[in-house]
């Protein structure tokens, strides 16, 4: 019942900009933590910014000063706003949530499909 849907992936020249969107859509009545996950060709995904409920937030050292995870509570939407970008910010990026269906629910972690962000000259 839960989906995560992002868009806003495409290509961008080295120190361009995107902003990633992730449309949560369904039943979650606990939400803990939403994040931005990525997987360079060949490698294993990693975390690249993370939003608890309460609003902290924390960056992949990778990525600090330059993305910014938002999230808009009315249109049920994490951002994630990608600046000063790299080639080596290529990278196909997941949009997850960890939370509870219900308060009786134990907590488990829910994907999107991905979005593929190409930073290349």
Known sequence: QVQLVESGGGVVQPGG???????VSGSIEV???????RQAPGEERELAAAMTSGG???????VKGRFT??????????????????????AVYY????GRRT??????????????VTVSS
């Open 56 to 62: 902290s937030t924390n960056y992949a050292d990778s």
């Open 31 to 37: 939400i803990i933590r939403m994040g931005w996950y």
């Open 103 to 116: 308060l009786f629910h134990g907590a488990m972690d829910y994907w999107g499909k991905g979005t593929l």
């Open 69 to 90: 995870i938002s999230r808009d509570n009315v249109k049920n939407t994490v951002y994630l706003q990608m600046n000063s970008l790299k080639p080596e910010d290529t």
């Open 95 to 98: 949009c997850n949530l960890e």
């Open 17 to 23: 900009s995107l902003r990633l969107s992730c449309v």
